[in-house]
T-cell receptor, first 113, second 114 residues
Framework: GNSVTQMEGPVTLSEEAFLTINCTYTATGYPSLFWYVQYPGEGLQLLLKATKADDKGSNKGFEATYRKETTSFHLEKGSVQVSDSAVYFCALSESGGYNKLIFGAGTRLAVHP | NAGVTQTPKFRVLKTGQSMTLLCAQDMNHEYMYWYRQDPGMGLRLIHYSVGEGTTAKGEVPDGYNVSRLKKQNFLLGLESAAPSQTSVYFC?????????????FGSGTRLTVV
């Protein structure tokens, strides 16, 4: 079946460091890919998305490119801030069926001053 | 503010008790979903609905029931709560093309079963 695999956390960085969180997926057809962010005590917020191969999603300095050849959707940010500390979820939405979201396990990011 | 509203935000139940979690959305979304979030497991789909009067099972449906009598509301019921149902529950909604436009999540309900 379809699945999403994320790198395990926690990821601990100093402010202004470069961030990469790896995400790979297994899916039939042409899924859409998403990154969601969950700040402490809150629900999930859509960070960015890509709906077809080679699309690049971007928001708030974060970027991810839909790579069909490597089945990956890695999240990157050039300079993280303390306020980026959160849990990040990679997810896919199947191209058929009822658009169910399938999530990775989540990666906790902690940014220190 | 438009969005998805979940009630209650917190609840403690004793084993065997029942309760209903309410999800309401005001975006006229066709599809609604209930997920549970457990440490190290991401979010897992419990049940979903593709329209008023319809429901379907997700990945982990056992022990839960749902109803969607109105388009804007999606109820999740626990008939006889068990400690294994201690979790954070999230409701989400989307248009029928959610894979193109994204999904909106509520702020969650933290349930503890003792």
């Amino acid at each position: 079946g379809n699945s999403v695999t994320q790198m395990e956390g926690p990821v601990t960085l100093s402010e202004e460091a470069f961030l990469t969180i790896n995400c790979t997926y297994t899916a039939t057809g042409y899924p859409s890919l998403f990154w969601y962010v969950q700040y402490p005590g809150e629900g999930l917020q859509l960070l960015l998305k890509a709906t077809k191969a080679d699309d690049k999603g971007s928001n708030k300095g974060f970027e991810a490119t839909y790579r069909k050849e490597t089945t990956s959707f890695h999240l990157e940010k050039g300079s993280v801030q303390v306020s980026d500390s959160a849990v990040y979820f990679c997810a896919l939405s199947e191209s058929g069926g009822y658009n169910k979201l399938i999530f990775g396990a989540g990666t906790r990011l902690a940014v220190h001053p | 503010n438009a969005g998805v509203t979940q009630t209650p935000k917190f609840r403690v139940l004793k084993t065997g008790q029942s309760m209903t979690l309410l999800c309401a959305q005001d975006m006229n979304h066709e599809y609604m979903y209930w997920y549970r979030q457990d440490p190290g497991m991401g979010l897992r789909l419990i049940h979903y609905s593709v329209g008023e009067g319809t429901t379907a099972k997700g990945e982990v449906p056992d022990g839960y029931n749902v109803s969607r009598l109105k388009k804007q509301n999606f109820l999740l019921g626990l008939e006889s709560a068990a400690p294994s149902q201690t979790s954070v529950y999230f409701c989400a909604s989307s248009y029928s093309q959610g894979r193109l436009y994204g999904y909106t999540f509520g702020s969650g309900t933290r349930l503890t079963v003792v």
